[in-house]
């Protein structure tokens, strides 16, 4: 069974930077589609990033060009860099696998405040 | 970026049927969307359904299907418990950005 267990969140300053990680177990990284996902209080699920197997990256309007999605493939590992945090990136945020269906983590919460 | 729309709420008896939907503003849902479909209770992740649109996870009820109709994708529950009262969220994958449609509440009343 594939698990996925995310870490790194806690408070910020808005203009400041978190990393988060996502360790994998049940399944490679590198041979499939990892996307980081977001909820924010009261919200519906928002799609953030995804690291496709091949490498190739894309990210949601409302964050590209501040978060970068990248992956340790010998840490079996994604992490998403979050930099010029704002106020509405607050949010529980998830990582996920999606291929040959979809396992989530519990979530971990950023929240941007000062 | 497309829109994803489905039903703000629904309600379904104990025992009864309900097909949720998923749209998209730029036209059809196809296979090639790889829709999915997303069960959320309160303080829970969402836990995946149904995947690249009929394909069920091994947690997913046998009253739990996924399909096309009518140019979107359905979520049809066939004989609704309890336990099933939920938000369902559907996801479409357009490559290069992929859009959650904004939610059905579920009750089962």
């Known amino acids: 069974e594939v698990q996925v267990v995310e870490s790194g969140g806690g408070l910020v300053q808005p203009g400041g930077s978190l990393r988060l990680s996502c360790g994998v177990s049940?399944?490679?990284?590198?041979?499939?589609?990892m996307a980081w996902l977001r909820q924010a209080p009261g919200g519906g699920p928002e799609w953030v990033s995804v690291?496709?197997?091949?490498?190739?990256?894309f990210y949601g309007d409302s964050v590209r060009g501040r978060f970068t999605i990248s992956r340790d493939n010998s840490k079996n590992t994604v992490h998403l860099q979050m930099n010029s945090l704002r106020d509405e990136d607050t949010a529980v945020y998830y990582c996920?696998?999606?291929?040959?269906?979809?396992?989530w983590g519990q979530g971990t919460l950023v929240t941007v405040s000062s | 970026q497309a829109v994803v729309t489905q039903e703000p709420s629904l309600t379904v008896s104990p025992g009864g049927t309900v097909t949720l939907t998923c749209g998209s503003s730029?036209?059809?849902?196809?296979?090639?969307?790889?829709p999915y479909w997303f069960q959320q209770k309160p303080g829970q992740a969402p836990r995946a359904l149904i995947y690249?649109?009929?394909n069920k996870h091994s947690w997913t009820p046998a009253r739990f299907s996924g399909s096309l109709l009518g140019g979107k994708a359905a979520l049809t529950l066939s004989g609704a418990q309890p336990e099933d009262e939920a938000d369902y969220y559907c996801?479409?994958?357009?490559?290069?950005?992929?859009?959650f449609g904004g939610g059905t509440r579920l009750t089962v009343l």
């Open positions: 996920a696998t999606f291929y040959a269906g979809s396992y």
């Open positions: 049940g399944s490679t990284v590198s041979t499939i589609h």
């Open positions: 690291i496709y197997n091949d490498g190739n990256t």
């Open positions: 730029t036209g059809a849902v196809t296979r090639s969307l790889y």
């Open positions: 690249d649109t009929t």
């Open positions: 996801l479409l994958s357009f490559g290069h950005f992929w859009v």
